[in-house]
């Protein structure tokens, strides 16, 4: 009787490398996924950047092509894990933003939390419900044209452009955030108005649910 025939070896010459490239190419990033998702609780990250990824990749390289890869090949994973979209960047709403958020209206909430997982860029709640005193203020300064706001009620959000660690007021991010903003509402069916659409006064920053929007 024979138990292992001449084919099966050609079969696990196949079968190796595709276990190689499975750890490379579909664990490792699924690993980095759970790291960027928060999945995977913080204590576990260092040992898992540390050791495992690179166990992985070794063990993974040695399998796929023992030979052609003296060399590590990280850089090669890392070209085809960034076309994948679980690798996408994924940005999180901050601590300010969370409490920037108290008492505005839930379902303007829901959608600035949907926003912050879509948006290529990263942004922050500057302000949420606002006081009738601070209006004035606004008013005063210029800064704002009506005592009339939708801020008074939680019913309006201002989100910051938040790029290399600070606020930016370039417009091109705004767009970025626009279009994250107005896909978050779309999908959840919650009609919302951006300021940057207002003819006059135009106003990046602020989005807000409509007059009449209980
Ligand atoms: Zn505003």
Not at 120 to 146: M, N
Not at 173 to 182: H, N, R, S, T
Request: hydrophobic content about 45%; some cysteine; charged content about 20%.
């Amino acid at each position: 009787m024979k138990f292992i025939n001449e084919g099966a070896w050609k079969y696990l010459s196949v079968k190796l490398p595709i276990l190689g490239a499975f750890l490379m190419l579909v664990l490792i990033p699924a690993l980095q996924w759970a790291l960027d998702f928060q999945v995977i609780p913080q204590q576990h990250h260092a040992l898992i950047i540390g050791i495992i990824i690179p166990a992985l990749a070794w063990i993974g390289k040695k399998i796929a092509q023992p030979e052609l890869h003296q060399s590590t090949s990280s850089a090669q994973i890392q070209a085809f894990a960034s076309v994948l979209p679980t690798t996408q960047k994924i940005f999180m709403l901050g601590v300010r933003s969370i409490n920037n958020l108290k008492g505005v209206h839930p379902d303007l909430v829901k959608v600035v939390k949907r926003a912050i997982q879509i948006s290529e860029c990263d942004f922050t709640v500057i302000e949420g419900v606002r006081t009738a005193a601070r209006q004035a203020e606004l008013v005063k300064q210029g800064a704002s044209q009506t005592k009339n706001s939708r801020h008074l009620t939680g019913h309006a959000v201002d989100l910051g452009a938040w790029v290399n660690g600070t606020v930016s007021w370039d417009w091109k991010y705004y767009y970025q955030i626009e279009k994250a903003m107005k896909q978050a509402a779309k999908e959840l069916d919650i009609p919302i108005e951006w300021g940057g659409d207002w003819k006059t006064f135009k106003d990046g920053p602020h989005f807000q649910l409509p007059w009449g929007y209980k």
